[in-house]
């Protein structure tokens, strides 16, 4: 079992950075996959970004590649989230999600536990 809790969202200008966490309890987070996950109204969830359990591996979505970047501390059980370039379009809530495999995995679907978000807004 893991408990997910996002950190560190919040109102910026377009332009600017936030940088997400998601702290992680229970014993097998450093097996997990991680991922990033958002949601804006009236939208689908969609993925942004995920890393595998060493932290070797990660994938990005087109939409944020360039500007965000996820990375992880095992030490610390807790996943990051870097968000450079803030657009208006990244507006949404924010999903830390756990996998119960180790490698990098870009479907929400198949994810086993998730937090319980938190709000980005950009404005322009």
């Known amino acids: 079992q893991v408990q997910l809790v996002e950190s560190g969202g919040g109102l910026v200008q377009a332009g600017g950075s936030l940088r997400l966490s998601c702290a992680a309890s229970?014993?097998?987070?450093?097996?997990?996959?991680m991922g990033w996950f958002r949601q804006a109204p009236g939208k689908e969830r969609e993925f942004v970004a995920a890393?595998?359990?060493?932290?070797?591996?990660?994938a990005h979505a087109d939409s944020v590649k360039d500007r965000f970047t996820i990375s992880r501390d095992n030490a610390k059980n807790t996943v990051y989230l870097q968000m450079n370039s803030l657009k208006p379009e990244d507006t949404a809530v924010y999903f830390c999600?756990?996998?119960?495999?180790?490698?990098?995995?870009?479907?929400?679907?198949?994810?086993?536990?998730w937090g319980q978000g938190t709000q980005v807004t950009v404005s322009s």
């Open positions: 999600a756990a996998h119960r495999l180790g490698v990098v995995m870009t479907s929400a679907p198949t994810y086993q536990y």
């Open positions: 229970g014993r097998t987070f450093s097996r997990n996959a």
């Open positions: 890393i595998s359990w060493s932290g070797g591996s990660t």
